[in-house]
């Protein structure tokens, strides 16, 4: 297991961006698969980005493609989550995720992944 620290939620005007990122403790981070997913009110937590270990391998919804950006520094047992010409529909609590080794498809879900972090709140206004 790994434990997971979201921060850099907020406030942001359409258009704008924000950077989230997610700061994992264990020494095996390197080897996990990290993952982003969003939960807006009155729905379910949707997927939005992965990245594999070494980062050869990125994945992302296709609501959030080329917008999102998700990058992963080993060094720092960090992993972020840059959004850029944010939507109100983006409006969520942002969730960061890990698991162990690779994705065997390219359909994400949340299933995938075992260690979750607490959350942190993207308000997006129009």
């Known amino acids: 297991q790994v434990q997971l620290v979201e921060s850099g939620g907020g406030l942001v005007q359409a258009g704008g961006s924000l950077r989230l990122s997610c700061a994992a403790s264990g020494r095996t981070f390197s080897s996990y698969t990290m993952g982003w997913f969003r939960q807006a009110p009155g729905k379910e937590r949707e997927f939005v980005a992965a990245i594999t270990w070494s980062a050869g391998r990125t994945y992302y919804a296709r609501s959030v493609k080329g917008r999102f950006t998700i990058s992963r520094d080993n060094t720092k047992n960090t992993v972020y989550l840059q959004m850029n010409s944010l939507k109100p529909e983006d409006t969520a609590v942002y969730y960061c995720?890990?698991?162990?080794?690779?994705?065997?498809?390219?359909?994400?879900?949340?299933?995938?992944?075992?260690?979750w972090g607490q959350g942190t709140q993207v308000t997006v206004s129009s």
């Open positions: 995720a890990a698991r162990p080794g690779l994705l065997y498809s390219d359909h994400v879900e949340a299933a995938d992944f075992g260690s």
